[in-house]
């Protein structure tokens, strides 16, 4: 079932996603060669909490910490530990955060320091096919019509999209339905209303679109051990268009 939110709803929402893009945009500009991905989880920790949330991933299904940390390869899932971050490395960093009973969930790449010019094609590319799908995140239109638009955007610049792993609704739980591919041809899946709230979130590999699960049951990672890129952002359907929750504008 498809749980369409009030205005009222929405706004709480957006400041669960103030809370999410604060963390990450803190997280990131602290990240440095020789920082442990653990030293990073903690963070975000501390800070949602003093900004009166909760981290919405810890403890969800046993995931053992507060943000998922994807490190080159890595795809999503990626659980922080003791290993240090590379100069060059490319990270993903995804979060959530519940509050007043609402979750708020995004995600960004970032690198560390300064990305050679193939890794930042990717991540640009993928932030693009973000917003590629977020154009069509429009009342009348289909689910599969975003899922089209961050398709065709990723694959016309030779990249390949995750197909194991997809976007979702967010409301009062942090996977609601429909579920949101980041592939598939237009005109599909059910209609947009006004008051769907969609987690939008391109999965984009340098590489092939094939994934494999670490033995620890959550990292996911490329087959072909090339990188990968992951931006998400939760969405309002409105009146008036789509409404990118957490920040002032896309």
């Known amino acids: 079932m498809i749980h369409l939110k009030t205005p009222e709803e929405v706004d709480i929402m957006d400041r669960a996603n ?6 990450l945009r803190h997280v990131s500009s602290e ?3 020789g920082m442990t ?16 949330g909760k981290p919405a991933f810890k403890g969800y299904h046993g995931y053992p910490a507060s943000i998922c940390i994807s490190v080159n390869d890595e795809v999503v899932h990626g659980i922080p530990g003791g290993r240090t ?3 060059g490395d490319i990270v993903s960093l995804d979060f959530g955060v519940i509050l007043s009973g609402y979750y708020g969930d995004a995600a960004c790449t970032v690198p560390v320091g300064s990305a050679d010019e193939a890794a930042s094609t990717l991540m640009e590319v993928t932030r693009q096919s973000l917003l590629k799908g977020i154009e069509q995140a429009r009342i009348g239109n ?18 390949s999209v995750v197909r194991d792993y997809v976007g979702h609704g967010i409301g009062r739980a942090l996977h609601e339905e429909p579920q949101v591919p980041n592939f598939g041809a237009p005109g599909l899946g059910p209609k947009l209303q006004e008051g ?8 984009i590999n340098e590489g092939g ?19 990968s890129a992951h931006f998400e952002y939760s969405v309002a359907l409105t009146a008036s268009g789509p409404r ?3 920040v002032d504008g896309p």
């Not at 103030?18 to 963390?23: C, D, E, G, I, P």
């Not at 679109?209 to 990188?227: F, S, Y």
């Open 196 to 203: 769907m709230v969609l987690a939008i979130e391109p999965m």
């Open 37 to 52: 991905l653990k030293e990073l989880d903690t963070m975000a920790e501390s800070m949602t909490k003093a900004m009166g």
């Open 31 to 33: 990240m440095a060669p």
């Open 244 to 246: 990118v929750l957490g």
């Open 142 to 159: 289909r689910v599969s019509d975003v899922s089209h638009a961050v398709q065709v955007w990723a694959e016309g610049h030779g990249f």
């Open 85 to 87: 971050l590379k100069a």
């Open 209 to 227: 679109p094939e994934v494999t699960v670490d033995p620890d049951g959550w990292t996911v990672r490329t087959r072909d051990h090339k990188r």
């Open 18 to 23: 103030r809370v999410v893009h604060s963390v």
